[in-house]
């Protein structure tokens, strides 16, 4: 079976499983955050927007890899959806959270599958507006917090590059290479507490790819190059890139898979081989180790280790459908390099 093959199985498991109206309303469609549902998963209560917003991302991969109108009419009522959920408003409090669906819709946009000019609007207002000169620039994390980090600035920087808004998503680049790149190894810290100076050392999957992308999008091919050999050497043991549970963490290595991918196709050279081998490599592990069940493939969230039995306990990150989008967003990746 080759990637594109894997994609599409991938696509129908997490549509089959996932993707119901929202509150039983004709016409709405959102992904529930869990399989099996509880009964708050069953009715969409639980509200997670940025995971929404990468389900809606891999929905256009989709449709990128194989047009199809019933898909395209799936999109489009996805992102009126996430308007009526989100009780009117493109937009929340947390500024990574926005920037993701931004990110989305741009996509969505290109391929002129719903009208989003009002909501990339109201994202692109938000997002200036997080910006301060506190620690020399950069946004806050979320409206009212003391904490600038990589999750917000990386794509931020990336959606501003894509409204040709250059001057701040350099800004931003430039913020997260000289405060938050680990000059010992190559690799993004989280974040820094503004109030009190802390930097917070923690190392996760997304903010090397969030910063990859946001290098790609300037063409800084030198910190491109230099995040992609550091996330071989620390963080994809044996070529596959680590899990990091469920909840948010199970979207975090799919993130990085994504900008890999870009990078594979926007470089040449080492760099690029390495970054296709990352991503393919975990492609793989992904794919081998998926349960087979009746909907479909459950996929690991550790894509290094086997999937549990069908159906997952309660409490398996697998139920998650950050793990299950996750992965689904790692064979879409994976299909656009062959």
């Known amino acids: 079976m080759d990637g594109a093959e894997r994609a599409a199985v991938a696509e129908r498991a997490v549509r089959v499983r996932h993707l119901r109206p929202v509150w039983g309303v ?28 990468h389900l809606l991302d891999c929905l256009v991969d989709a449709q990128v890899r ?18 009526f ?4 408003k493109w937009t929340n409090d947390f500024y990574d959270d926005v920037a993701w669906l931004g990110l989305a819709l741009q996509r969505v946009r290109a391929l002129e599958l719903s009208d989003v000019d009002d909501a990339i609007a109201a994202i692109d207002e938000q997002l200036h507006e997080g910006w301060t000169d506190d620690a020399g620039g950069g946004i806050w994390w979320r409206r009212g917090d003391k904490f600038k980090n990589a999750p917000a600035n990386g ?14 998503a350099a800004e931003m680049t430039s913020w997260l290479t000289h405060t938050l790149k680990d000059p010992a190894t190559g690799l993004v810290w989280d974040g820094l507490r503004v ?17 990859l992308g946001a290098c790609l999008e300037q063409s800084d091919v030198d910190n491109a190059a230099s995040t992609i050999d550091a996330v071989a050497e620390y963080l994809a043991p044996g070529g596959i890139i680590r899990g990091q549970n469920g909840g ?9 898979a994504r900008y890999l991918a870009l990078a594979a196709k926007k470089l040449t050279g080492p760099a690029a081989d390495k970054a296709k081998h990352l991503v393919l490599t975990s492609a793989d592990a992904c794919w081998g180790g998926a349960t087979t069940t ?24 697998e139920r998650d459908l950050s793990v299950q989008t996750g992965a689904w967003l790692l064979l879409e990746a994976a299909a656009t390099l062959g």
Do not use: M
């Open 26 to 53: 004709p016409g709405t469609v959102l992904g529930r955050s869990g399989w099996p549902p509880s009964f708050g998963q069953r009715w969409h209560w639980h509200w997670n927007y940025w995971w929404q917003a």
């Open 66 to 83: 194989d047009p199809r109108e019933d898909r395209a009419k799936v999109i489009a009522r996805f992102v009126k959806s996430v308007r």
């Open 85 to 88: 959920r989100n009780f009117g």
């Open 155 to 168: 794509p931020a920087a990336i959606f501003h590059a894509r409204e040709g808004d250059a001057s701040r």
């Open 195 to 211: 109030d009190t100076g802390e930097l917070v050392k923690n190392i996760f999957t997304y903010c090397q790819g969030v910063y």
């Open 248 to 256: 948010d963490g199970g979207l975090f290595g799919a993130i990085l």
């Open 294 to 317: 009746l909907t479909g493939p459950l996929f690991s969230a550790e894509w290094a280790a086997p999937a549990p039995p069908d159906p997952p306990e309660s409490g398996a990150p």
